[in-house]
């Protein structure tokens, strides 16, 4: 079966980060359907691609996808980028795709840039375990509970240069000033920028630096459990003060945060 459907990654900053084979599918489907045509006939134009450009996004994903399957049932090939990076990831692609899957139509996916993958091949860790929660909820009282959905994995987020010093702060408050944070601006671009450290120390360097442009992050899962701990052994002392046995605090605790029952026994001894 020929393939007529392609989800094609496009470089997240630095135009030169496509790949030849990307170069290849782009200049020979019939169409292009991306987020916004503006931003997509910059590369056609760098990259000579002559396919008809039409716009697909979230607002209009669910029609789009009609007239994807059309153009297919026709005979005609068809690829989808995003303004930047993978399409699917933080950008529409997944309504369109369950479609195609629906229907299916044979689709295939060329890789190559990828904000959270290029983040994380900068980024030293003790474990390949990684949370990506996509762009970070912007109340505290989200970022509070997926926050610590995912506390003990490192938890890589997206978010805006307008809101971030805002998470920071709401980080320093759930976690603790010493909770170990990195943030990346500007990816592959000319003001490149990766910067590791407590979040505290992070928000005092923001506050004095400009933080502009696009944001990856990632919170460190050692440090906060530490955090975590010395939060828990907090609430274990109350517990005790009211004259609960250990075997209570952790039935409690565990019950109501989600804990280890022997972790907590463990720390309630201690
Ligand atoms: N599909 C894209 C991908 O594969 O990474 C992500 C699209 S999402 C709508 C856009 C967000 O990704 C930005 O707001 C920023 O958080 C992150 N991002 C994209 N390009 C970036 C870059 N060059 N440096 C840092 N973060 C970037």
Redesign the pocket.
């Known amino acids: 079966m020929q393939i007529q459907f392609y989800i094609v990654a496009t470089p ?2 630095n135009l030169g980060d496509i790949s030849y084979r990307a170069v290849d599918v782009l200049k020979q489907v019939d169409y292009i359907a991306c987020e916004d045509t503006r931003v997509t006939r910059i590369l056609a134009e760098k990259y000579g691609f002559k396919a008809k450009l039409f716009d697909c996004h979230k607002f209009n994903e669910k029609e789009r996808s009609e007239k994807i399957i059309s153009l297919i049932d026709e005979g005609s090939s068809v690829a989808l980028v ?1 303004d ?4 699917g ?3 529409p692609g997944s309504v369109l795709i369950k479609e195609l899957y629906k229907r299916n139509i044979k689709i295939t996916s060329v890789p190559g ?4 993958a290029t983040f994380l091949s900068l980024i030293p860790r003790d474990t390949e375990e990684f949370a990506f929660i996509g762009f970070i909820p912007r109340t505290k009282k989200q970022q509070s509970d997926i926050l610590n959905k995912y506390r003990h994995t490192n938890c890589v987020f ?3 240069p307008n809101r971030l010093m805002e998470t920071l702060k709401n980080i320093k408050e759930i976690f603790g000033n010493d909770t170990k944070i990195a943030v ?6 000319v003001f490149e920028e990766v910067k590791m450290d407590s979040v505290e120390k992070i928000i005092d360097y923001y506050e004095n630096n400009p933080l502009k442009g ?3 992050a990632m919170i460190f899962a050692d440090n906060k459990n530490c955090t975590r701990d010395s939060e828990l052994i907090q609430k274990i002392n109350i517990l005790k003060e009211q004259g609960f046995s250990q075997k209570d605090i952790s039935k409690i605790l565990s019950s109501l945060y989600g804990e280890n029952k022997n972790k907590i026994y463990k720390l309630a001894m201690n």
């Open positions: 997240i900053g995003s930047a990076g993978t399409p990831i933080s950008d840039a990828c904000a959270v997206y978010d805006s990346a601006r500007e990816l592959t671009k696009e944001i990856v």
